[in-house]
């Protein structure tokens, strides 16, 4: 026990005394939570646009008021003409244009419909996509108001359920702990071994009566602190900043915490089996590891949308299951009955990864 | 007759590839055992094999009294290493650093603090002993790593090319280190591909390719091989 305190120890002041471990550990969890929460949001505010009102009259004025009121767009330029339209979005003043049509109030009230046209930048899809997306709602209400017939026969009344404003950021949070747990837990990991390994005193370690299953268990229980330090720290920002539900049992939540770093640590571990040098352990941290894991988690782009085959391989990823049952406790307030499947998973790739680098680490040692 | 190594036909192979070949030997108490050879001559692997992280293909060996292949475990605690590359943490301090090994073979804190008293009093180390190794001239550091690696007063030290990149002088005194060492009963298993070092030891081995081509004190080498210092012997037997 003594021996294993000892190692302990020692760890920890590795950690503490590398200033760029401590900026990664305790930096990066926070500046991350904040950026991904307020700088990077799917929905668009201020969406600049250009209008062209070639109707001229009260109707129209209403219809350009309706729009610029709305929060999404802002009114940057009137246009006078067709060919100023082009210019403006070679410019790069607007994301989207608007014509609306001489016969705009005539046909309004009547039963023939009238046409607005709608120009937007596609050299950023997502945003033009969004900013259109936008401008039919505002146009249908717009027209709803303005119909004789005040009844259509079919309205759609959506209700967003779990999270009603639609706020991205009960998207993000758990995306960003699983980002970050992950590069605690794998990259971190991985580097410190394979540093043992580059100084030489992984040699010393493995002459002396060490067990180099305490030497696993010295080199992981650490990063199993500070990973779970590092949810706990991104879960207050998002409950505390961002305003996150939390609907489910944390006594789950945090077990299902603990079953990600685990499964992460035992992926550190393995990749450190693999490489002598801490570069290398770096960048197939990296490669392998987090970038796989931020594209094809669901994090940033939904799992559904991608081709077959990369919904096939996201299904190795343990942090696509782990994002699920994690927005599941939060939004949902789902318990275990529900994902077990997820979690199970998670279990199953675990105890894989474990099997693996203990089996690796032995081979090592012969 | 008190040996503490003992080895018989010991090989370690890579496939068809042999890098120890049949190798026998022995090494008396307190005897400083120089393990000579070129680079790659299979030096490394054999004292892998002596200290028990790297499984022999065939053959026996037993050191301090344990089986190199079954005792691993009870071998541990029985020998002290030092490889070359010194191997201190670099962001740990001198003191750290003795407690942290102390505390890996299991030394009580009261013995590790003894200890470490007494060696910073013998290397006169007074001024650094909380200072971090990475601030640590490399001499220093090189007879700071040898005082750990006998810490726990093992019965044998194996020492990899621990003199390698270090000037003469300091080189020099690394070895009254050693003397030092032996004179307290420790005996020492010592690799080096520098020929004149084999002056300072008891008995010398010469690696060549795996195989152990010669063995012998050093005036036993020097006049079965005609030769006036070891490196004439070295070239002899390399070629």
Known sequence: MNTFLAFIRKEFKHIFRDKRTLIILFGMPIVQVLLFGFAITTEIKDGKMAILDLAKNTESQQYINKITSSGYFILEENLQNYSQIEESFKKGTIKIALVIPPTFAKDLGTSKSSAVQVIADASDPNMANMLTGYLSGLTNSFALEKSLINKIPINIESKMLYNPENKSVFMFVPGVMTIILMLVSAMMTSITVAKEKEIGTMEILLVSPLKPGVIIIGKVIPYLALSLFNAFTILTLGFLVFGMPMEGSRILLFLEILLFIISSLSLGILISTISKTQQTAMMISLMGLMLPTILLSGFIFPVESMPEILQIISNVIPAKWFIIIIKSIMLKGVGIGVLWKETLILLVTSLFFIVMSIKKFKIRLE | ?239
Not at chain 2, 35 to 48: D, I, R, V
Not at chain 2, 53 to 73: M, W
Request: charge should be negative; include cysteine; charged fraction near 25%.
């Open chain 2, 1 to 239: 007759m008190n040996k503490v190594i003992e080895v018989e036909n010991l090989t370690r192979a890579y496939g068809d590839f042999k890098a120890v070949d049949n190798i026998s030997f022995d090494v008396k108490k307190g005897e400083i055992f120089g393990f000579l050879g070129a680079n790659g001559a299979g030096k490394t692997t054999a004292m892998k094999m002596l200290t028990g992280i790297l499984e022999p293909t065939s053959g026996k060996g037993k050191v301090a009294g344990f089986d190199i292949k079954t005792q691993r475990n009870q071998l541990k605690y029985k020998i002290g290493y030092m490889s070359q590359k010194f191997s201190l943490y670099e962001d740990l301090t001198l003191k750290e650093n003795v407690k942290f090994y102390g505390g890996i073979y299991g030394l009580d804190n009261k013995t590790i603090v003894e200890r470490t008293n007494l060696m910073i009093e013998r290397l006169g180390l007074e001024n650094i002993e909380d200072t971090l190794i990475s601030e640590i001239p490399l001499g220093w550091k090189q007879k700071i790593a040898f005082s750990v690696a006998t810490i726990h007063q093992p019965e044998i030290v194996f020492l990899d090319e621990p003199t390698s990149g270090v000037d003469p002088i300091t080189r020099r005194q690394f070895w009254d280190l050693i003397y030092q060492a032996t004179e307290e009963g420790i005996t020492v298993f010592v690799t080096t591909h520098y020929m004149d070092e084999a002056e300072y030891c008891d008995r010398i081995s010469m690696m060549v390719q795996g195989r152990i081509e010669a063995m012998g004190t050093l005036e036993e080498l020097l006049t079965k091989h005609n030769a006036k210092d070891m490196n004439e012997v070295f070239l002899k037997l390399a070629r």
